[in-house]
C-alpha cells in the first residue's frame, strides 16, 4: 500500500519542502488542505503547527 502524506505527514517534511522552495526563489507556497483520504491525504495539525511558527516568527530551517 502507497504511503500518503507527503510534505503533510510530519512539520519536519513540510518545513523541509517549504525551505528548498525558499531557497531556489519561491516567494510563494500553496499546498491542499489535507483529507482524510489520498490523494491529498495527510495531518492538518502539521499545517497548523507551522503557521504557528511562522506566525510567531520562525523561519524556515
Same mark, same amino acid.
Given at each position: 500500500? &502507497?504511503?500518503?502524506?507527503?510534505?503533510?505527514?510530519?512539520?519536519?517534511?513540510? !518545513?523541509?519542502?517549504?525551505? !528548498?522552495? !525558499?531557497?531556489?526563489?519561491?516567494?510563494?507556497?500553496? %499546498?491542499?488542505? &489535507?483529507? &482524510?483520504? &489520498?490523494?491529498?491525504?495527510?495531518?492538518?495539525? %502539521?499545517?497548523?503547527?507551522?503557521? !504557528?511558527?511562522?506566525?510567531?516568527?520562525?523561519?524556515?530551517?
Amino acid at each position: 500500500m &502507497p504511503q500518503w502524506g507527503g510534505i503533510t505527514k510530519s512539520l519536519a517534511a513540510y !518545513e523541509d519542502a517549504a525551505g !528548498e522552495l !525558499e531557497e531556489v526563489g519561491f516567494t510563494d507556497f500553496v %499546498v491542499h488542505w &489535507p483529507r &482524510p483520504e &489520498p490523494p491529498y491525504q495527510g495531518d492538518e495539525r %502539521v499545517i497548523v503547527a507551522f503557521a !504557528e511558527k511562522q506566525l510567531l516568527g520562525g523561519r524556515c530551517r
